[in-house]
Nanobody, 124 residues
Framework: VQLQASGGGLVQAGGSLRLSCAVS????????VGWFRQRPGKEREFVAA????????SYADSVKGRFTISRENAKNTVYLQMNSLNPEDTAVYYC??????????????????WGQGTLVTVSS
C-alpha cells in the first residue's frame, strides 16, 4: 500500500490550502484515512479522519470548523481542505490509512500505512 500526500506550501494567515492523499495498492472503498500533523518541537497529533464504514468525519478540536476532510472514491483520494489558517497550523502533515473504523482512527496506532508528509507553512 502506498499513500502519497501533496498540496503543502507557504500561505499567509487567513488563507487556505487543500491537501491530497492518493492511495494505491488496496481497495480504497474499505479503507479509512486520517490526517496527522507534527508541528515544530511537538509530537505528532491527530487532525482529521474519515471512516470507510460510516463515511463520517472526525476532527481535532483545534481544527473543527476550519478544516474539512473528504474522500473521492473514484480517484482513490482523500482531501483535507484547510481554511482560516493560522501560524499554529504550521506543520508537516501526514496521511495514514487503515482498514479499521471507529475511535481508533484518532490515534496513530490505529493506522497501518503512512505517507511521506507534506509541509504546510503559515506566515503571520
Amino acid at each position: 500500500v502506498q499513500l502519497q500526500a501533496s498540496g503543502g506550501g507557504l500561505v499567509q494567515a487567513g488563507g487556505s490550502l487543500r491537501l491530497s492523499c492518493a492511495v494505491s495498492g488496496r481497495t480504497f472503498e474499505r479503507y479509512s484515512v486520517g490526517w496527522f500533523r507534527q508541528r515544530p518541537g511537538k509530537e505528532r497529533e491527530f487532525v482529521a479522519a474519515t471512516s470507510w464504514r460510516t463515511s463520517t468525519a472526525s476532527y481535532a478540536d483545534s481544527v473543527k470548523g476550519r478544516f474539512t476532510i473528504s474522500r473521492e472514491n473514484a480517484k482513490n483520494t482523500v482531501y483535507l481542505q484547510m481554511n482560516s489558517l493560522n501560524p499554529e497550523d504550521t506543520a508537516v502533515y501526514y496521511c495514514a490509512g487503515s482498514p479499521s473504523t471507529g475511535s481508533t482512527l484518532k490515534y496513530g496506532r490505529g493506522y497501518n500505512d503512512w505517507g511521506q508528509g507534506t509541509l504546510v507553512t503559515v506566515s503571520s
